[in-house]
């Protein structure tokens, strides 16, 4: 009876893995329609100069941007895991092509932004096609990076400046948990040169940024504001949040993915612990909806949260999902998951499969040739700015396509670096 009911159990999970395993098979399939219709799109833009996809406008045409918009590297990374995980040699030739368009960017100091634009395209075209002229193009841009590193504050400047949504005040040395992200390139840098400074300068700003920006209840603040003379945080704000004590989701997944990586790099405990209470603050929330796909903020038109004067957060009634927020989180914690033991480790992977489970479904995955040809429908990106409201996103896209190859080599037991 016992063999009996082992051996059940046994086909049971094994079935269990098909059915996992021909489910992500049928969302990049499907996502390798949708982009190569794509693929079929003029470039369109000032000029005629976007060539990224980045949203729909209201016409439900696709809009492009150009290279030096901070999204334009998703594009190319989507192409890049498409064509591997399919084999597809033809997408793989359309992933060069958008990659290489990428190149100028290397030089780009104006923001931090540097980091999703290159590592997200030529760091993925190094890691499944790998040249040196690949790895020259990612330390050059590391170095562009490290140009916006501040010593006193031991901090990355995310922008020049931001107004604050309360009023007219400018300040002039903002930090953002976005900046999280751009990390993984620094440490690649390092790795690829063994020069220590890149990734000293990754450590210092993960740090900083944990102890500053990183609340109490492990949400974080959108923006934190630094002294330029003195390098001391001078208070949090937000900027694409609905308030400045609310936690953005797609922040609070910046954080996750963010910590969980430079867990990854490091080996640093704090880090660790970091990623995961913000991914339980994720989870455990009470407004979490069932399906696990965010609210575009979690505090949105609750009492006790209020918009700056300024922003556009004050005349939006409706709430709003946030299927980039969600995608990016499921990545995270399918990473995630692999460093963590126990109830926590099945905490977070069926916390990402979930995620991912409701992305496929026809309530956020597009129908063929619809959506602007972009997967996921009903990202949030900029409220307060009142733009990108309830339209698809690029970046939605690829992060959705990373979870479903990080989840099929789990499910292979594979590693995911």
Known sequence: MIAAFCLSCAFGLLHAQDAEKAFVKENMTFAAGQ??????????????????????????TVSKASIYMWTSGFFPGSLWY??????????????????????PVKSFTDNHDIGFMMYCSYGNANRFSPQRS???????????????????AGVIQSWNGFRSWHGDKVYDFPVIIDNMM?????????????????????????RHTMMNQVRDDYSCFHIVYYDKETGKPIKG???????????????QAWGIYGFTMCYRETKDPSFLTTAQRMADF???HPNLPSDKV????????????VPGVRSNANN?????????????????????????????????????????????????RAELGKNGNFILMHSTGAIPQNGEIDVPLTYADYYFLEALYRYDRILDGKPLF
């Open 182 to 206: 751009n990390l993984e390139l620094l440490f690649y840098a390092s790795r690829a040169t063994g020069d220590p400074s890149f990734r000293d300068i990754a450590v210092s700003h993960a």
């Open 134 to 152: 690949y790895r020259d193009i990612l330390v050059e841009s590391a170095r562009s990076l490290c140009t916006r590193y501040r010593e006193k």
């Open 316 to 364: 939006v009634v409706l709430n709003y999902r946030d299927a980039s927020a969600a995608a990016c989180t499921a990545s995270a914690l399918l990473e995630l998951s692999t460093y963590s033991e126990g109830k926590l480790a099945k905490k977070y992977l069926e916390g990402a499969k979930a995620i991912l489970h409701s992305l496929a479904s026809p309530r956020y």
């Open 237 to 251: 704000e937000t900027s694409q949040g609905y308030s400045d004590n609310s936690a953005w989701s797609r922040g």
């Open 82 to 103: 498409l064509s591997e995980y399919l084999g597809d040699k033809a997408l793989q030739d359309s992933a060069l092509v958008y990659t290489r368009k990428m190149e």
């Open 294 to 305: 965010a609210w575009w903020d979690f505090n949105a038109n609750q009492p006790g949260y």
């Open 35 to 60: 982009y190569r219709l794509m693929l079929q799109t003029p470039a369109q833009g000032k000029d005629g100069k976007g060539v990224m996809p980045h949203s729909t406008r209201k016409d439900g």
């Open 282 to 284: 994720y989870l455990d």
